[in-house]
Every structure is written in C-alpha cells, then in structure tokens.
C-alpha cells in the first residue's frame, strides 16, 4: 500500500519564526488533506490541496503531485499554532492513510 | 465547529462496563468512520459506513461494536475492553467513500476513552 512519511517528526519554535512541513508519498493520490490536531485532540482541515499552491492566512501549502510530495509552510508561529500535524492521503476508494504527524512546538 | 459531535469527550470504564460513543454529523454526508489513535501510533481506521451499510471492519476486535441507524448517526458499543484499549476514538464524515477528488474528511472533537 501506499507510503506516507512526514519530517521533520518533532518540531520547536520560537514565537514569530517560520516553519516548513514535509509529507511525501509513495504513489499516486486522488486527494492530500493536511490537518492541525490541537491538545484537546480536535482534527481540523487546514487544506485539501491534491496538486497546486494554497494560502490562508499565515498558512500555505504546496503540493507536487508529480514528485509525490506536500509542503505545509507556517509563518509568524504563534503559541496556538501547537500541536500535530498531519498529511493524509487517498488513493481511490474509502480508505484515507495518515502520516505519523509533525510534531510542534511554539514557545512564547 | 466541524459539523461532527462526539459525546462524551471523556470516558472512564471498567473493563466489565459495557458502554457507547456517539457522533453525529450535520453535514448532509453518505459516509461515516470510527478511527482509533493510540499514544505514538497513526491514526488506525476501524469502520467505515456508506449510506447506513458498513463496508468496512478493519479486524477490528468483536468487542468493538459498531452501530449506524441513519446517515447522520454512529455509535461505538464497548463491552469487555482491555486497558490497551484506552485510546482517543474519532469519529469523522464525508460526503461518499469514493475517495474522488475534493471528498474531504471532517473529524469530530474525538472521546477519549480510559480502561481500568
């Protein structure tokens, strides 16, 4: 089945710096969705980005369909933007395979 | 606000309780899944439903039970668990299980479930 591996796993900021995640698969997708769980274990949709660039507000992402990768770029991090996140993929069908998540870390 | 509400958020059982997650989505959605996600682990999907049928049990133990009586509603039935059952249950939505383009996942706030 289909491979999806996140780096960096383990993320810590200082409040205000810039940050890039990775996520690259091993095939093929139908869909990319990037997500934020927050402490309290809440998932929210950031993006559903299968191919092409995507902003909203200080988040962008990036997705190479063609070189099998996703770029997730936080800038200014604030404290809030702690927690995990995770790329999700899906190739056809009901099943939606889920990286082991970047996890951040932004001090005050 | 996702449109996907868990209840309860919490929940501590002893391992002779028998008790249920509910959730239900207020999106208009054909598809519903259970996911579990233990400490360190990525997200394991246990079930999945398309239009009140399940097309999914991912070798899920029997004393995991699901229930779906409408489009809009989903139950977990608990019975017997262990403790290494203690996990975050999230239950999530879409609008089918085709996985075609621009059929985004929503997840609810999650029940976290202790064993003793």
């Known amino acids: 089945g289909i491979q999806v591996e996140q780096s960096p796993p383990d993320l810590i900021l200082q409040e205000g710096a810039n940050s890039t995640l990775r996520c690259n698969f091993s095939?093929?997708?139908?869909?990319l969705q990037w997500f934020h769980q927050n402490p309290w274990g809440q998932l929210i949709n950031l993006f559903y980005i299968p191919s092409g660039t995507k902003q909203n507000g200080r988040l962008s992402a990036t997705t190479v369909a063609t070189e099998r990768y996703s770029l997730l770029y936080i800038s200014s991090s604030q404290t809030t933007d702690s927690g995990v996140y995770f790329c999700?993929?899906?190739?056809?069908?009901?099943?939606?395979?889920f990286g082991a998540g970047t996890r951040l870390f932004v001090k005050a | 606000e996702t449109g996907v509400t868990q209840t309860p958020r919490h929940l501590v059982m002893g391992m002779t309780n028998k008790k249920s997650l509910k959730c239900e989505q207020h999106?208009?959605?054909?598809?519903m899944y259970w996911y579990k996600q233990s400490a360190k682990k990525p997200l394991e999907l246990m079930f999945v439903y398309s239009l009140e049928e399940r097309v999914e049990n991912n070798s899920v133990p029997s004393r995991f039970s699901p229930e779906c009586p409408n489009s809009s509603h989903l139950f977990l039935h608990l019975h017997t668990l262990q403790p290494e059952d203690s996990a975050l249950y999230l239950c999530a939505s879409s609008q089918d299980v085709s996985g075609a383009g621009g059929n985004t996942i929503y997840f609810g706030e999650g029940s976290w479930l202790t064993v003793v």
């Open positions: 999106l208009g959605h054909n598809a």
């Open positions: 999700a993929v899906n190739t056809g069908g009901f099943k939606t395979i």
């Open positions: 095939d093929s997708v139908n869909n």
